[in-house]
């Protein structure tokens, strides 16, 4: 319909493979600017795995991710990081030898509108007494922290957070969703892989259930009460 904001990222009939072994079966989903969105979804379902495929590290691929009216799919990750996608893995990737600070400063501005370190900063204050501290230094919390403010000064408009409060207490757990929320007020596009769908309902618009590497069902953040045992069941909670 006219009146719905054009999608900024734009699946259609996602396929992908590890190796022999397919893995996704067709994932559809669109993502408007400046929405939150989730996948939810058993472990080994495809949530993460779709993840990776928008950023070009999986083996294979086919069909089409349009970001911004491109196509990604065949894209080396690099360029796919240069379009304005910014990647925060479950694993989150901080470089253990670099500080705090050399880790916020190391990825290359992409694009207009990133965060500056004292904005980071602001946002996750626990970094401001670690700049000094090296990776191995880091609580958990800390490095989930630091794995997002990363991705926030490249200038990237897209972010892909994969399981931010996975293993977290749940002090942490709230602070993430308090900065999550704020990057939303800010204009940020954010793509959620997320187990805690309590988490989910408190900073998305919508949540996309994925099942063996397909797309079973979309439910709009304000019908989630509604659809609670529904949801348990996809999730086996």
Known sequence: ??????????????????????????????????EVITLL?????????????I??????????IRF??????????????????????????IFSGLTVDENLLLPPVVGKGGMSVAEIHTLFPNLVERRTS????????????????RILRTGASLLLLDEP???????????????????KQRGFTILLVEQNFHFAST??????????????DEIANDDLPNQTERLKSYLGV
């Open 134 to 149: 090296f990776g191995t230094k880091l609580s958990g919390g800390e490095q989930q922290m630091l794995a997002i403010g």
């Open 165 to 183: 409060t996975e293993g977290l207490a749940p002090v942490i757990v709230q602070q993430i969703g308090v900065a999550v929320r704020l990057l």
């Open 1 to 34: 319909m006219s009146d719905q904001p054009a999608a900024m990222l734009d699946i259609h009939d996602l396929q992908g493979w590890y190796d022999e072994s397919h893995v996704l079966h067709g994932i559809s989903l669109k993502v408007a600017r400046g």
């Open 203 to 216: 900073v998305a618009d919508r949540h996309y259930v994925v099942e063996e590497g397909k797309i079973v």
């Open 41 to 53: 979804g058993r472990n080994g379902a495809g949530k993460t795995t779709s993840l990776r495929a």
């Open 68 to 93: 911004n009216g491109a196509e990604l799919v065949g894209l080396s990750p690099d360029k796919i990081a240069r379009k304005g996608i910014g990647y925060c893995p479950e694993d989150r990737g």
């Open 55 to 64: 950023m070009g590290i999986l083996g294979r691929t086919a069909g089409s």
